[in-house]
């Protein structure tokens, strides 16, 4: 799985930085391509627009480039579902209760060079996992494993409750972890608690 981005700021400085930063510490999963846009209608005006995953765009004060950024990102949601928006912005601001689910992640222009750099890396890894993930086939007895698990259910009641042994417990955990490209039952319960199963 690699990722398409779309950068969207009129600061050509700051595509160009922001698209140095990616190219040197690609996502997880890789790095497909990166397109620059300056403007609302240039993105709209992409022809594939379904095929782009995240959107990475600043959002500072009350300029024109803000207000085309808040027309943009409120449409969003109703047009197109699968495309994520990340926005470089103020970390102290709940984005989301603005716009919705279409929201990644915000990211702190004012930090660190290397700071910016771990949480470009944290959002993209993130956002691939899961969209990597979210290809996977989860059988109807791993999801009701996972979610016992999730609940705080031993391997020895799950067994008990759903009428298997406990090897076949551990069995089922090991293929989820497996499946899904995790490290261990930690990482299982993470990866579930941050997305829906």
Known sequence: YCMNIIIMSNDNYFSEGLSY???RHPPTFGLKDIYHCNTLSQVLAYADLNKVDLILTE???????ANDTYNFVCNMNEHYEKVKVVIVGDPCI????IFGSCIAGVLDRKVTTKQFIENVISITDLHTKKAACSNVKISHMERSIINMHLTGESNNEISRLL???MKTVYTHKKNCISKLGLRNR?????HFKSSSI
Do not use: A, F
């Not at 709940?94 to 209760?97: E, L, P």
């Not at 930690?186 to 993470?190: A, D, G, K, Y």
């Open 186 to 190: 930690n990482c299982l319960s993470l």
């Open 21 to 23: 930063l990616l190219k």
């Open 59 to 65: 959002l500072y004060g009350n300029n024109e480039s």
């Open 94 to 97: 709940n984005y989301s209760i």
């Open 163 to 165: 009428g298997i042994s």
